[in-house]
């Protein structure tokens, strides 16, 4: 059985609306359809995919989501867990710079050693990490905060 994409994540949030807003408002998803599952979720579209799944965290879940889904998340008050982080490729290094600034989101510049890619790291409302990729072409005189080479000099 060989694996073959990844289909969606699921974020458990305590507010549902807000994590749909972000996702919309910071990263340019937009809501769409989904099934009716007998408890509230968010379906958030790339293009025609959905990517980005909203439902109640575990302190918010009713009998029929736990039933359902399961354990739905530890209620933990910040991070990710054992995931780190969920990275997305991304175009338009400049306008995402400005349109961050723009919404007061915190974020972080990074470039890995070896790679052509031009990272920016921010955090969705429930403690996310998110990857943004940029191809190193775009990066043309934007200097990261960080480069991994650095932090391997003696």
């Known amino acids: 059985m060989p694996v073959s994409h990844i289909e969606h994540f699921l974020v458990a949030a305590d507010d549902i609306d807000a994590t749909r807003d972000w996702y919309a408002r910071v990263l340019g998803m937009r809501p769409g359809p989904h099934p009716d599952f007998g408890f509230p979720v968010h379906w958030m579209y790339l293009g025609e995919t959905d990517i980005v799944h909203i439902g109640p965290s575990a302190k918010a879940a009713g009998e029929i989501q736990k ?17 780190d982080h969920i990275a997305f490729r991304a175009t338009g290094l ?5 349109h961050l600034r723009r919404e007061k989101i915190p974020f972080s510049q990074r470039r890995a ?14 403690g996310i990490k998110i990857e943004l990729n940029f191809a190193a072409q775009e990066a043309a005189g934007v200097e990261p905060e960080l480069m991994a080479s650095e932090l391997m000099k003696s």
């Open 113 to 126: 050693n070896g790679q052509a890619l031009f990272q920016l790291f921010l955090y969705d409302p429930n």
């Open 94 to 98: 400049r306008s995402t710079l400005e």
């Open 67 to 83: 039933k359902y889904l399961g354990r739905t998340s530890q209620g933990s008050d910040k991070g990710t867990g054992a995931i």
